[in-house]
């Protein structure tokens, strides 16, 4: 696939339909795939530039990823699993995490036992507790039924409002994207077919 | 056959398949990672050669052992410079068990790995973990099992080692294992003390095996 695109946005979405290369373009950033050539740089922090032989490890890049399916590791609780990567942030970020996601209540409880929507809010902790430059949500909301999707989509703005991570959010839902994103990227066959603010991208309803 | 030579040699055999187990895991779990998680050139001649031991006969892995570690052996001669004797000693026990248990525990330890979703330790390195770690809090505890059952495994087999034991380190009263010692009774005639020796035998290797099958059945 190729991609060329030079974002200012805070909150980007990736929007196509399946096949797209959109979940291809987030393992390329979090350098879970290595592209054949090009650079991905967020503002000046370069992760990957072939000409110079740049390729930043993943641990180092500094890039939260919440995917589809959230992988959550099955052998820790909750607790464990959001303090992860926590060697970065400070205990009263860590405390602010909690309260706006509303998980206090679930530390002690174990993987197996969490609801969908409980899933997506833990695994958004543990990206945004590794103190992210950026964050990458692969369809958070695919698994959750509609009544689930609207209640956590407020949660979400909330992180984009108040935290103000810079995300990149992929998802084939117009209603979803039209919420959350400021900039959209269409992407259909490995290409970007429209790009630029949500109404002037997505017509319609 | 006296009380006290089925419990030296119960004792013995426990302890040289306990110490085996110890020397065996360090690679096993390296080995078994990277024919998991590794591709790399050489890698089928690896993976042939970690299981050789199983197929070929364990007297012929005894005797390249052997002529590796002997005194004119390429190591040997090395080692006999820096006063190690290994050939005819408990430590030759000890590498002939381990030997002859590694195929066993990278075999299950690798499945352990294999069935490890990779996504968790991708997820595990955008948190900030570098390699160790990740294999350390994520790669390590998700297939403790399978590398349990493995563990399990490779002590089975090395309390039942006798081939490659025989070869190595002979038959010699401060080397003798169980198997060597129901073996030695048994040419000479003594068959009641290698039929306790053969109770003893039975008895360990069937809570071992059992409880590696148990392991490995709900990994």
């Known amino acids: 696939m190729e991609l060329h695109q030079r974002i200012e946005a805070r909150t980007v979405a990736l929007y196509g339909p399946s096949g797209a290369g959109k979940t291809t373009t987030l393992d390329a950033i979090a350098g879970l795939r290595r592209p054949a050539s090009g650079e991905i740089r967020i503002g000046t922090h370069v992760l990957f530039a072939s000409d110079v032989g740049v390729d930043l490890p993943v641990h180092t890049r500094r890039v939260g990823y919440v995917p589809q399916d959230v992988a959550l590791f099955p052998h820790l609780n909750v607790r464990r699993n959001i303090m992860y990567g926590t060697g970065r942030r400070d205990e009263t970020s860590s405390t602010t995490v909690l309260e706006l996601l509303e998980i206090g209540g679930l530390l002690s409880r174990r993987i197996n036992g969490l609801s969908g929507g409980e899933r997506q809010r833990v695994a958004l902790a543990r990206a945004l507790l590794s103190d992210p430059e950026l964050l990458l949500l692969d369809e958070p909301m695919a698994a959750l039924d509609l009544g689930l999707r609207d209640r956590i989509l407020p949660y979400l703005e909330r992180v984009r409002d108040e935290i103000g991570t810079r995300m990149i959010y992929v998802s084939h839902i117009k209603g979803e994207v039209r919420r959350i994103a400021d900039w959209v990227v269409v992407l259909d066959g490995g290409r970007v077919v429209r790009s630029g603010p949500p109404n002037n991208v997505l017509p319609g309803t | ?219």
């Open chain 2, 1 to 219: 056959m006296m009380e006290s030579e089925l419990v030296r040699v119960t004792a013995f055999t426990l302890m040289m398949a306990a110490i085996a187990t110890l020397v065996m895991l360090p690679p096993g779990v390296a080995l078994a990672w990277l024919l998991a998680r590794r591709r790399f050139l050489g890698r089928d001649i690896l993976e042939t050669l970690v299981s050789l031991p199983l197929v070929i006969p364990p007297v012929a892995t005894g005797l390249i052992l052997l002529k590796v570690l002997g005194r004119r052996g390429p190591l040997g001669s090395l080692l006999e410079h820096t006063g190690v004797d290994i050939v005819f000693t408990w430590k030759a026990v000890v590498l002939a068990m381990a030997v002859m248990g590694l195929p066993l525990l990278v075999r299950s330890a690798r499945a352990g790995f294999e069935r490890v979703d990779p996504r968790y330790e991708q997820i595990a390195a955008t948190l900030g973990a570098g390699p160790w770690r990740v294999f350390l809090t994520i790669s390590l505890p998700l297939a403790g099992r399978g590398l349990l059952a493995g563990v399990l495994l490779g002590f089975s087999r090395a309390l039942g080692e006798f081939g490659a034991t025989i070869m190595i380190a002979g038959a010699l009263p401060g080397t003798r294992t169980l198997s060597v010692a129901i073996y030695r009774n048994a040419e000479i005639g003594q068959d009641a003390a290698a039929m306790t020796l053969l109770a003893a035998a039975v008895t360990i290797g069937f809570a071992a095996v059992s409880l590696s099958n148990r392991l490995g059945a709900s990994t």
